[in-house]
């Protein structure tokens, strides 16, 4: 706690405007945390000296403007909810000089912390309207200069699959700051300017992967949005719509399904023309949120179009350019799980464990992750606890936040059954990851 001023009026409306009690608020604060990274502890009494106006350190009075935010469905600030902001983010600026000051605070670690205790914003989770089209940057012959971008994409994006989220993150952020920004500065036009901002997408889109798999989904949210601004000003809408469709996935693993649905929805619209590949990525997303949304003609219908879609697709080994038949069937299997077919969703899981990759450590680990969890769901015990083996022999070789996430699901869903040989075992293997 830092400064006391005089009693939180501004506070104690909101929460009567929203009908908390001030544990609600503390647990919604603490639930936000996690958002970000950060065990937070928050209860009653925390929320109480805040109402009497003792100001909290930074950054929970951005995570109590976020919970009321949600919570009220209209954006709220911190200064709106009578708390000092302390850490001011500077007012919107053009695409280049926007993305360009991001890139540079994060690469410095004095400046860094605030970026990475930004909260996830529901409200800047909305459907940006559609560039003009121009004709793709990609594929194409490599331009002048591009090179090193071309090979960067492919290393950092093959980095995420081996090694995790956390793994070579600051060495991105450091070689947009210093290498690629400045690229973006220099007067170039036509053909040469769309494939260098598509590539400087492309790496902010890998950036906010990473974020989002390090379960920092505030930085993570921001690189998205200049991913999509950077592709829509050279006018691409493929890039575009492939930057929404994962804006949308990160909406939904948050519990936020409406934006999910839109995001995907304005995806898709930019990939009627596209690359089959891009269309399978796209309508694959859209069928899981609408699957979760209730509808299941459109969700089955989105599936169909993204299966065929994937039949269409050549083999590509750039990144951005193919989408894995694995994480086809994985993304399946959401969709068959939320419209309540277990045994179809557990048998789109085999194929996909089937045709992951062998570098493609994340995604086998979460795979395995995910079956465990199905399998247990009817009733397979002992095939959960193979499944989950297998997990956690790869979890160990990852820096990924979610595949910690998924060992301490997996450690909750095992202690009804401690009891249990491989599942006592499994559990004692883990034991320090709580």
């Known amino acids: 706690m830092t400064n006391r001023r005089g009693p939180n009026h501004r506070l104690r409306a909101m929460l009567t405007e929203a009908g908390w009690t001030q544990e609600a608020l503390a647990r919604a604060v603490n639930t936000l945390g996690g958002e ?43 200064e709106a909810a009578g708390f000092s902001a302390g850490v001011r983010e500077a007012p919107p600026l053009d695409p280049v000089t926007g993305f360009t000051t991001l890139c540079r605070a994060d690469s410095d670690t004095s400046r860094r912390r605030p970026l990475h205790q930004r909260p996830y914003r529901v409200a800047e989770a909305v459907v940006p309207g559609p560039p003009p089209a121009e004709r793709p940057a990609v594929p194409g012959p490599r331009g002048e200069g591009t090179a090193a971008l071309h090979d960067a994409v492919s290393f950092f994006a093959a980095s995420i699959d081996t090694h995790g989220g956390r793994h070579a993150r600051s060495a991105l952020a450091a070689y947009l700051a210093d290498d690629v920004t400045p690229l973006l500065a220099q007067r170039r036009s036509g053909r040469a300017r769309r494939e260098l901002f598509v590539l400087a997408s492309r790496l902010a889109f890998l950036l906010a992967r990473m974020y989002e798999d390090g379960l920092l989904h505030g930085a993570a949210q921001r690189y998205y949005a200049f991913a999509h601004q950077l592709a829509g000003e050279v006018g691409d809408r493929t890039a575009w719509s492939v930057v929404l469709r994962a804006m949308s996935g990160q909406a939904q693993r948050l519990g936020h399904l409406a934006p999910a649905i839109q995001l995907a929805e304005a995806a898709r619209e930019g ?46 080994a750039a990144p951005f350019d193919a989408y894995p038949v694995a994480a086809l069937h994985f993304q399946t299997s959401a969709v068959l799980e939320a419209l309540g077919d277990l045994p179809g969703a557990l048998a789109a899981l085999r194929r996909a464990a089937g045709e992951r990759s062998a570098s493609d450590v994340r995604g086998r680990a979460l795979t395995q992750a995910r079956f465990g969890q199905l399998l247990l769901r009817t009733g397979h015990l002992d095939e959960a606890c193979a499944a989950w083996e297998s997990f956690v022999h790869a979890q160990e070789r990852l820096r990924s936040g979610d595949a910690e996430r998924a060992l301490r699901q997996m450690r909750q869903a095992l202690r009804p059954y401690r009891n249990r040989g491989r599942a006592a075992e499994l559990l004692a293997r883990t034991v320090q990851a709580r």
């Open 36 to 78: 970000i990274g950060t065990v937070l502890r928050y209860d009653r009494t925390s929320v109480a000296h805040w109402l009497a106006g003792t100001q909290p350190r930074h950054p929970a009075p951005h995570l109590a403007a976020e919970a009321l935010s949600r919570r009220l469905g209209r954006a709220v600030t911190p």
């Open 271 to 316: 990939v009627r023309d596209a690359p089959p590949a891009q269309q399978a990525y796209v309508q694959a997303q859209l069928a899981v949120v609408l699957g979760l949304g209730g509808d299941r003609r459109g969700a089955l219908a989105a599936l169909r179009l993204a299966e065929r879609a994937a039949d269409r697709a050549t083999c590509a």
